[in-house]
């Protein structure tokens, strides 16, 4: 953690590349080495704060901040109009999760232990409810796909929203499930947290001070995207689907896989698959509501999109259903989201 | 089971409305409203015929007249060349057994009984044949779409035969593996099946009533579908794959959720399962066969269908894996059949 | 084996159907009946030459000599340009082993023994691999057919050696897998293999031979496609994707069946999977790699292919998943085999 906040030398650079109107490509390479220290700082204060406010409420904040980074950014590009970019990184913060982070982290403590095993219980209740929740964000997206144009009309953001709401109750349900009724399969995992380090008001205050700079780097990252991709000749999709996300949870990323060499696999994979349900059932309908207030945004992906969305849950669920892992398991995660890269690249 | 025998009142009802006129809308509520006890009826003397049949001519026989309301239904539909709503039926018939019967069935279960345990072992037959039945259903209407129009021609009639010929024979070398070979897999369900309360005289002639009435009834729904949906602005498909299904299947839906009430989970799967296995290997060649007495009906699923069926058979297979559910499992694929539903509605 | 034999009569049949001008049709054939018995000599050269080799190079030689026939034919094929012909013989030996092998394997031994059980530790991870295999490759081929036409350019030739070099490399870090870091998953089905009944200098002399000999009949296999295809109105997808798979795997095949037939139900899927395996991971990248020499050819499969490829790695995950298989099984695996023929017979 300590290394990784070396990079907050980057706010103050980054504040300086705006104003001094430097280009666009080092505005975004600023903006997101200086994002990344503080989306750890943010949850890192968040994780404090939990220990002053009980297990439950604490567990509502830390799934409900873990993706605020992303949040913000996608706010910003909301509001300029960006939704291939929004919803590209919704997309890509999935199969980050799932194919990089589990990849990587497989990867990493497989080269430790042979055979790494984790609680089948816990992944599959996870990894059922993303099968569910990108087969829910699918439908409206495949019909759409395959009706006629002629028949496309406004009458497909009513069904966005509809998704959007059922998206966001299945949300709720799915923290009463895991805080009340079935609290019990979780509770190995959060047993041994230890103390708080900080105080409640440095913990409060360190949440509020990174929330207020990131919401400041993200309109500099978001601005910096169109111009960057023109004068680079990226495609706005690779911006969104590969490079925000990596950005957003760097943070998340690096803690999945020191735990994978702990060979705690069961918090790594947990953090993959719970990081991807929090974005598709409550990042994704948060933006469509806020998109109302701008316009309103479809929750229409691309075909790209829905391969890379359904294909990350397919491999999710093939993973959890063994229990196991090994570095070649973690090796051909890491090979599908190359590849899929390298499509997106070349698009 | 007497609180549904109420309906009874609209068969009279839906005649009167058929030969006064009425509204379609009003005659084909009505009608369907009658024909839900009817199908329930024809259910239950099915059941007592098989007590003095001997279990093999029984399961047979359950089997066979399991779907007998869809297949009327269907037949009308067929000779009034209603092709689409027939295929649409087929297709809402499978989505509403494994999304809504067994969504309905794992909530209603799930809040008297946290976790429901189920017999991975019989699960695993049913939901492996549906994923290879509908795996072979798709594939030509996948080749169908994919191909340039120019080459689609009478060729793919022929095909049709041989797919419906096909899952017809894989129907029977299942009755024969389920009955002969491997009926030891099967025992513990039907065991404690108790005495038949009818005499097989009453049982008979229920059977015989009940079936002609709903093909009058079948009569009546299917020649008010098309002025309905005219009139009201719902798409033809919406009417197939919702409200059809639904009414054919109604009886065995309240049977699926009240044995799951009673912690019976193994049944309530089983009859999710079973009546999607029975439409797809049995029901949908049937019909192939019998419109070619008409106008040959090719097997071919618009993408809407494919994707529901395929999706459907993922989640089939997905549930079975585990061997349990809860209500926030079945909330799930709830939400997956109102986002199918609300998709199809705004077609 | 010796049954097999009889079929090196075909050699000195096909030179003399080629130098006396045969029709295209007769040559096809002969070569193909005489391509049979050569790929199962080169198999056992292969297996007894690991005897004096060790277990390790001599694995290493059986997994890579293994493909040698189709590897042949597909050479001459690509010189001839004919892509389309290779690229479907890549997907027809997936479907073929998983659906054709696998399901004539669990008929034939699930008639002398009524539910045949397997390692599912070993058989999860090659399920597992093709799953992450078929989607790599699968991958390129979906983003290409969803990008309208005027953006499909010499891009994609790059993306296709991409995805050949990840392939291949994956490739090697499989057998580095296999032979090093986990060789006791495999240890137990390789303990038993009894001794040489070869000289090595007999092994090494019939392989030498045998290869030879392939070469020349798939080169008069490959020459006779054309002509025949037009005279007899077949498609060539149906000559790629079916006849040629067959031909080149049959001897494989048998002893598939063979093992399934003495309980080993185990050996029999590992083949099955194993084989589709090296097809996808070794064969189609050398296949790229040697085109770079003629015309570079693109490992885009067309749409029909892909899901022929989907739907066979979905049905061997099934499969894999409940490490039991019976009658049924391999009676729907080989009607899905059956409605994809059909499909493809009628393109």
Do not use: C
Not at 37 to 43: E, S, T
Not at 292 to 320: G, H, K, Q, Y
């Amino acid at each position: 953690m300590k290394i990784l906040n070396l990079l907050l030398i980057f706010i103050p650079i980054s504040f300086l590349g705006e104003f001094m109107h430097f280009s666009p490509t080092l505005i975004f390479i600023f903006a997101a080495l200086a994002i990344i220290p503080l989306a750890g700082l943010m949850g890192e204060a968040t994780e404090e704060i939990s220990f002053y406010s009980g297990p439950k409420l604490g567990g509502f904040l830390n799934a409900t901040f873990g993706n605020a980074t992303e949040l913000i950014i996608s706010f910003f590009a909301l509001r300029e109009g960006l939704f291939d970019v929004v919803k590209a990184s919704i997309a890509g913060s999935v199969i980050g999760n799932v194919l990089l982070v589990l990849g990587a982290s497989m990867i990493f403590g497989g080269l430790k232990f042979k055979t790494q095993r984790f609680n089948k219980r816990v992944i599959e209740v996870s990894s059922s409810m993303l099968l569910f929740a990108v087969i829910g964000l699918s439908v409206p997206a495949i019909f759409t796909h395959t009706v006629k144009t002629e028949l496309l009309n406004t009458k497909y953001e009513g069904l966005s929203v509809v998704v959007a709401v059922v998206m966001f109750i299945i949300y709720l349900l799915s923290l009463y499930f895991s805080f009340y009724t079935h609290k019990d399969i979780y509770s190995v995992d959060h047993e041994e947290e230890g103390e708080a380090k900080w105080s409640l008001k440095k913990a409060v205050a360190v949440l509020v001070i990174a929330t207020v700079i990131i919401a400041f780097e993200s309109e500099f990252l978001v601005s910096a995207v169109e111009p960057m991709t023109e004068s680079l000749g990226l495609s706005k999709f690779f911006v969104g689907i590969i490079l925000i996300p990596i950005i957003g949870n760097a943070a998340e990323h690096s803690t999945a896989i020191i735990m994978a060499m702990k060979n705690k696999m069961d918090v790594a994979v947990e953090i993959a698959l719970g990081s991807s349900l929090q974005i598709i059932l409550f990042v994704a309908p948060v933006l469509v509501f806020l998109s109302l207030i701008f316009t309103p945004m479809s929750i229409i992906f691309n075909e790209f999109e829905l391969i890379a969305l359904i294909v990350s849950v397919l491999i999710a669920n093939r993973v959890s259903s063994d229990g196991e892992s090994n570095w070649l398991e973690g090796v051909q995660l890491l090979a599908v989201y190359i590849i899929i890269a390298a499509s997106f690249l070349i698009l």
